[in-house]
């Protein structure tokens, strides 16, 4: 499967121009996504640390402005009480005067006045019981601000009833001479600083708190407003600060019942409050999954885009070469009229523009070659029958006119009987002699289609040589044989083969007229040294395909060899250098050669002798193999 | 094929469903991450009173609890008070505490504004706390003392105030004034390991010993306020009421002379207010120099 995918990726620039586009985005859209993710995780963790430190630093400066304010509004009735703008000996006038004071102010809980004989007047009234025995000059907001002489906040407490968070202010009262009169007091709801803290928005899970360090009451809290409903988050801040303070840390990251939290804290100074801003790193960071999200969809869009793009913009690039590559296959095969369209303005047009140019070109040439090859054709066949007819006329005129002279010396009655007896074997020899002369122009002007099978090719030399050696051994001849043990098999038709190395054998016997060695050899080699020339020109589909063996067999005669300037000539029909030839031997041994998809090379030097090479190829070894599987 | 032909022939059917799912894909990631909405309020339900949502808590002490809250109006206070007997009709203590805060509410907001009809309405209606709750001394006591505060201290009628004192100083003499109860989430805002706050300190007297204070501040007879001194100093002997009570005994002219030993004694003992203290002594040096004048 995968060579497969392998193979069709080698083969398809298509897929490769497309394969690398989309190589390029997946890394580059991706990766910019990725980066543009951390650096905007990163600006928001900056961002979440400022924003909690900066928080924390803003309720502070809310505490200070609260607690500024009603510091004035106590220093407000001290005034007027000791400048005698209102008589704190007058109840009736006191209750009035914080009436009105109380308008306005939903934060005071009570206004009060006690004095040093423990008189005391508070607004709302105390319930009576409590009144009954109360005494304000034990209460620490009285001492307390008779020991500041100014003005006293108080520790912070909670209400015995609603259980909010209160302080008191209070400050002493002198009269003229700066003896204590008493003191003034307001106490103070701190469930605005609640308030103000629900009214900030820093997340779900984040809070924003103000404690006592005393105590550790909590002062400020957004869930108090909403007592008794919501009593979330009670015990964080106090948690995270003090892992902070554990750390020697104002700010800082921790954690809280397995969630990171970062954590701001200051200490309000004069008060011993902590005001501390905690908020949920992962709260937090959900603005940033919804840019996270929103990155990784614009990733996807981005990369399936791109890939359609990518593919198209393949195909545009491709499309052209295509159109072109049909062009070549359709001219390949012949059709020089077939015009390539590519409408593309850039160079896929121009290239189509030269092809086609190029397809008329070869078509005019086509076509002038043809007529010249007809031509030729023409004077070739012309030339080939006058040179035949020339052959055929030569080789039956000598035997014609021995048939007639013997045929007169028959007829002649008065000649002798032995004279007329002989001249009647003269004609029917010459007769037989015209007969073969016959069936070899016959064989090699109409050759017979080789019916191939697979041969041996050392048997069949042995019977070759068996049958030839009977008959010229006698003559002085001696064959000489060199074959490997076996031979790869080849396709051939035997009796061909047989009358090429019959031919061949003749040849070599007739260039020893006093007999002699004839060596045949045999030999198997997967490159044989043909030049390429010759390789092209046989006519075999193509047998260089795949590595395959050749058999090579030589027959090599130690004769008189032949002159170079006949070496070229002797394949040539009717060249002969013998007188007794007819030179169609060695013309139909290349052609059966030829048909075997063979090849002849001839080594020869004058004197010493003439060597044929004889080159077949043999069946491919995979087909072999698969054959002999077969068998088996 | 043509350039032209070959992008119609990518753009056509599915192409264009790849690219509506691509957009559907893109919507869903640009869309804003949804967070649960958690209503707190949901954890507690809630009825409707008098027009106000009141919540309804396990147990009637948390429900009566609850309205010591901090109501921005006082009809709200009041609906929550009325729903402890809506809510829970079998709890008589948090009924009969309820009953009570609503009476004392009747007065208004000051109750040093309250008209002469407001206060008999609400004497009223502590004799119909008392009766219906008579069982409850805790309610009683607190119905009777209130009785008395609102004849003498409101309604200047000592002598009925007198009566409804001596009321609870004969019938409920051990019965202690109940700490004004915390908000049900108090534990959730106040660290387990501080005190109670200062407003919760030594603030439980019996009824009884109220009343005789208030008997030695109004009663016209000598006997009476003896009684009542003597009863208050033999009673459980909280030093801040004996010493109001002295301070009330020295400031008379009937009994003042004759609190002086008390009021000796009662400064060679410990004690937790130096102001009343103070007070004492001052009076008494007074009083020395009175002596000393008509002698």
């Given at each position: 499967?995968?060579?497969?995918?392998?193979?069709?990726?080698?083969?398809?620039?298509?897929?490769?121009?497309?394969?690398?586009?989309?190589?390029?985005?997946?890394?580059?859209?991706?990766?910019?996504?990725?980066?543009?993710?951390?650096?905007?995780?990163?600006?928001?963790e900056?961002q979440m640390q400022q924003f909690t430190i900066?928080m924390?630093?803003?309720?502070?400066?809310?505490?200070?402005?609260?607690?500024?304010?009603?510091?004035?509004?106590?220093?407000?009735?001290?005034?007027?009480?000791?400048?005698?703008?209102?008589?704190?000996?007058?109840?009736?006038?006191?209750?009035?005067?914080?009436?009105?004071?109380?308008?306005?102010?939903?934060?005071?809980?009570?206004?009060?006045?006690?004095?040093?004989?423990?008189?005391?007047?508070?607004?709302?009234?105390?319930?009576?019981?409590?009144?009954?025995?109360?005494?304000?000059?034990?209460?620490?907001?009285?001492?307390?601000?008779?020991?500041?002489?100014?003005?006293?906040?108080?520790?912070?407490?909670?209400?015995?009833?609603?259980?909010?968070?209160?302080?008191?202010?209070?400050?002493?009262?002198?009269?003229?001479?700066?003896?204590?009169?008493?003191?003034?007091?307001?106490?103070?709801?701190?469930?605005?600083?609640?308030?103000?803290?629900?009214?900030?928005?820093i997340g779900?899970?984040g809070?924003?708190?103000?404690?006592?360090?005393?105590?550790?009451?909590?002062?400020?809290?957004?869930?108090?407003?909403?007592?008794?409903?919501?009593?979330?988050?009670?015990?964080?801040?106090?948690?995270c600060?003090?892992?902070l303070?554990?750390?020697?840390?104002?700010f800082g990251m921790t954690s809280?019942?397995?969630?990171n939290y970062f954590t701001a804290?200051?200490?309000?100074?004069?008060?011993?409050?902590?005001?501390?801003v905690t908020i949920s790193v992962s709260d937090y960071m959900?603005?940033?999954?919804?840019?996270?999200?929103?990155?990784?969809?614009?990733?996807?869009?981005?990369?399936?885009?791109?890939?359609?793009?990518?593919?198209?913009?393949?195909?545009?690039?491709?499309?052209?070469?295509?159109?072109?590559?049909?062009?070549?296959?359709?001219?390949?095969?012949?059709?020089?009229?077939?015009?390539?369209?590519?409408?593309?303005?850039?160079?896929?047009?121009?290239?189509?523009?030269?092809?086609?140019?190029?397809?008329?070109?070869?078509?005019?040439?086509?076509?002038?070659?043809?007529?010249?090859?007809?031509?030729?054709?023409?004077?070739?066949?012309?030339?080939?029958?006058?040179?035949?007819?020339?052959?055929?006329?030569?080789?039956?005129?000598?035997?014609?006119?021995?048939?007639?002279?013997?045929?007169?010396?028959?007829?002649?009655?008065?000649?002798?009987?032995?004279?007329?007896?002989?001249?009647?074997?003269?004609?029917?020899?010459?007769?037989?002699?015209?007969?073969?002369?016959?069936?070899?122009?016959?064989?090699?002007?109409?050759?017979?289609?080789?019916?191939?099978?697979?041969?041996?090719?050392?048997?069949?030399?042995?019977?070759?040589?068996?049958?030839?050696?009977?008959?010229?051994?006698?003559?002085?001849?001696?064959?000489?044989?060199?074959?490997?043990?076996?031979?790869?098999?080849?396709?051939?038709?035997?009796?061909?083969?047989?009358?090429?190395?019959?031919?061949?054998?003749?040849?070599?016997?007739?260039?020893?007229?006093?007999?002699?060695?004839?060596?045949?050899?045999?030999?198997?080699?997967?490159?044989?040294?043909?030049?390429?020339?010759?390789?092209?020109?046989?006519?075999?589909?193509?047998?260089?395909?795949?590595?395959?063996?050749?058999?090579?067999?030589?027959?090599?005669?130690?004769?008189?060899?032949?002159?170079?300037?006949?070496?070229?000539?002797?394949?040539?029909?009717?060249?002969?250098?013998?007188?007794?030839?007819?030179?169609?031997?060695?013309?139909?041994?290349?052609?059966?050669?030829?048909?075997?998809?063979?090849?002849?090379?001839?080594?020869?030097?004058?004197?010493?002798?003439?060597?044929?090479?004889?080159?077949?190829?043999?069946?491919?070894?995979?087909?072999?193999?698969?054959?002999?599987?077969?068998?088996? | 094929?043509?350039?032209?032909?070959?992008?119609?022939?990518?753009?056509?059917?599915?192409?264009?469903?790849?690219?509506?799912?691509?957009?559907?894909?893109?919507?869903?990631?640009?869309?804003?991450?949804?967070?649960?909405?958690?209503?707190?309020?949901?954890?507690?339900?809630?009825?409707?009173?008098?027009?106000?949502?009141?919540?309804?808590?396990?147990?009637?002490?948390?429900?009566?609890?609850?309205?010591?809250?901090?109501?921005?109006?006082?009809?709200?206070?009041?609906?929550?008070?009325?729903?402890?007997?809506?809510?829970?009709?079998?709890?008589?203590?948090?009924?009969?505490?309820?009953?009570?805060?609503?009476?004392?509410?009747?007065?208004?907001?000051?109750?040093?504004?309250?008209?002469?009809?407001?206060?008999?309405?609400?004497?009223?209606?502590?004799?119909?706390?008392?009766?219906?709750?008579?069982?409850?001394?805790?309610?009683?006591?607190?119905?009777?003392?209130?009785?008395?505060?609102?004849?003498?201290?409101?309604?200047?009628?000592?002598?009925?105030?007198?009566?409804?004192?001596?009321?609870?100083?004969?019938?409920?003499?051990?019965?202690?004034?109940?700490?004004?109860?915390?908000?049900?989430?108090?534990?959730?805002?106040?660290?387990?390991?501080?005190?109670?706050?200062?407003?919760?300190?030594?603030?439980?007297?019996?009824?009884?010993?109220?009343?005789?204070?208030?008997?030695?501040?109004?009663?016209?007879?000598?006997?009476?306020?003896?009684?009542?001194?003597?009863?208050?100093?033999?009673?459980?002997?909280?030093?801040?009421?004996?010493?109001?009570?002295?301070?009330?005994?020295?400031?008379?002219?009937?009994?003042?002379?004759?609190?002086?030993?008390?009021?000796?004694?009662?400064?060679?003992?410990?004690?937790?207010?130096?102001?009343?203290?103070?007070?004492?002594?001052?009076?008494?040096?007074?009083?020395?120099?009175?002596?000393?004048?008509?002698?």
């Open positions: 499967m995968s060579n497969k995918l392998i193979s069709r990726y080698r083969h398809s620039f298509h897929l490769r121009i497309f394969l690398a586009m989309a190589l390029v985005i997946f890394i580059f859209i991706p990766g910019t996504g990725y980066i543009g993710y951390l650096q905007a995780r990163k600006v928001a900056n900066s924390a630093d803003q309720i502070s400066k809310r505490v200070s402005l609260f607690l500024a304010q009603h510091t004035y509004n106590v220093k407000l009735i001290k005034s007027f009480i000791e400048n005698h703008l209102v008589d704190p000996a007058d109840k009736k006038e006191l209750l009035r005067y914080f009436t009105l004071f109380k308008r306005g102010h939903p934060e005071f809980v009570n206004i009060y006045y006690g004095n040093e004989q423990g008189k005391f007047l508070m607004l709302p009234p105390q319930i009576p019981e409590v009144h009954a025995t109360y005494d304000p000059r034990i209460r620490p907001w009285y001492q307390g601000a008779i020991h500041s002489t100014d003005f006293h906040w108080a520790d912070v407490y909670l209400f015995a009833s609603t259980q909010k968070p209160g302080i008191t202010v209070s400050a002493p009262i002198y009269d003229n001479r700066k003896i204590l009169q008493g003191v003034c007091g307001i106490d103070i709801d701190l469930s605005a600083f609640s308030r103000f803290l629900r009214g900030i928005d779900k899970q809070v924003a708190y103000i404690y006592e360090n005393k105590k550790g009451y909590v002062i400020a809290h957004p869930g108090l407003v909403q007592l008794p409903w919501n009593l979330d988050h009670i015990d964080l801040l106090r948690s600060i003090a892992d303070k554990h750390k020697g840390k104002s809280y019942q397995g969630e804290s200051t200490n309000y100074p004069g008060m011993d409050w902590t005001v501390g959900k603005n940033l999954r919804f840019i996270k999200e929103t990155i990784y969809s614009l990733v996807i869009v981005g990369i399936v885009l791109s890939s359609i793009l990518s593919y198209l913009l393949a195909m545009t690039i491709i499309r052209p070469l295509h159109s072109l590559q049909q062009g070549i296959e359709r001219i390949s095969r012949g059709d020089l009229d077939y015009k390539v369209e590519v409408d593309d303005p850039d160079i896929a047009s121009a290239l189509a523009g030269s092809f086609n140019t190029m397809a008329s070109s070869l078509q005019k040439s086509l076509d002038e070659l043809k007529q010249t090859y007809a031509e030729l054709a023409e004077k070739e066949k012309l030339a080939a029958v006058g040179k035949m007819t020339a052959g055929i006329a030569h080789e039956i005129k000598n035997p014609l006119g021995v048939i007639q002279g013997s045929a007169q010396i028959v007829a002649n009655r008065e000649r002798p009987w032995e004279m007329r007896e002989k001249a009647a074997r003269f004609i029917i020899d010459e007769v037989a002699r015209l007969n073969n002369t016959l069936k070899s122009f016959l064989a090699f002007a109409r050759p017979v289609s080789p019916s191939f099978q697979e041969t041996d090719i050392i048997r069949l030399l042995e019977e070759t040589l068996s049958a030839t050696e009977e008959r010229y051994l006698e003559n002085g001849y001696t064959i000489l044989r060199d074959f490997p043990d076996e031979a790869p098999p080849f396709s051939a038709d035997c009796d061909q083969i047989r009358q090429v190395f019959w031919n061949i054998l003749i040849n070599a016997m007739q260039s020893m007229p006093d007999g002699g060695p004839i060596t045949v050899r045999v030999r198997v080699e997967q490159d044989p040294a043909i030049p390429e020339q010759e390789k092209a020109r046989i006519s075999l589909a193509n047998p260089f395909a795949a590595p395959r063996d050749w058999l090579i067999v030589s027959i090599q005669d130690t004769g008189c060899g032949i002159a170079d300037e006949h070496r070229d000539k002797i394949r040539d029909p009717f060249v002969s250098f013998r007188d007794d030839g007819i030179g169609l031997g060695l013309s139909i041994v290349s052609q059966i050669v030829k048909l075997h998809h063979g090849h002849i090379r001839i080594q020869s030097k004058v004197g010493e002798g003439t060597t044929f090479f004889l080159f077949f190829p043999c069946i491919l070894k995979e087909r072999h193999f698969a054959d002999s599987d077969t068998d088996s | 094929m043509t350039m032209k032909n070959s992008v119609n022939f990518y753009c056509r059917k599915y192409v264009r469903i790849l690219l509506a799912v691509l957009f559907l894909v893109g919507l869903q990631g640009c869309r804003e991450p949804s967070t649960p909405q958690i209503n707190a309020r949901q954890t507690l339900l809630t009825h409707s009173v008098n027009g106000f949502q009141v919540p309804i808590f396990p147990s009637a002490e948390e429900q009566f609890n609850y309205t010591n809250s901090w109501f921005e109006k006082r009809e709200e206070k009041k609906a929550a008070l009325a729903a402890v007997s809506q809510f829970f009709p079998k709890a008589l203590e948090q009924r009969g505490a309820a009953a009570l805060e609503l009476t004392y509410m009747e007065l208004g907001r000051d109750y040093r504004q309250a008209t002469p009809e407001d206060c008999r309405k609400a004497i009223e209606n502590y004799r119909k706390i008392i009766t219906r709750f008579h069982t409850l001394p805790e309610i009683c006591a607190k119905a009777y003392w209130y009785m008395g505060w609102i004849y003498c201290d409101l309604l200047k009628e000592k002598e009925k105030g007198l009566e409804m004192y001596r009321l609870v100083v004969a019938h409920y003499p051990h019965i202690r004034r109940n700490l004004t109860p915390p908000v049900p989430w108090v534990t959730f805002i106040t660290p387990t390991d501080t005190n109670p706050p200062p407003a919760q300190e030594n603030a439980n007297p019996l009824w009884a010993d109220l009343a005789r204070i208030e008997i030695i501040r109004y009663s016209d007879t000598a006997d009476a306020a003896r009684r009542a001194f003597f009863g208050l100093r033999q009673g459980n002997g909280n030093q801040q009421m004996v010493g109001i009570a002295l301070k009330l005994l020295l400031h008379r002219q009937d009994l003042g002379r004759e609190a002086v030993p008390f009021a000796e004694e009662y400064l060679q003992k410990p004690l937790p207010n130096p102001a009343l203290q103070k007070d004492i002594r001052q009076l008494l040096a007074n009083m020395e120099l009175t002596g000393e004048g008509d002698r």
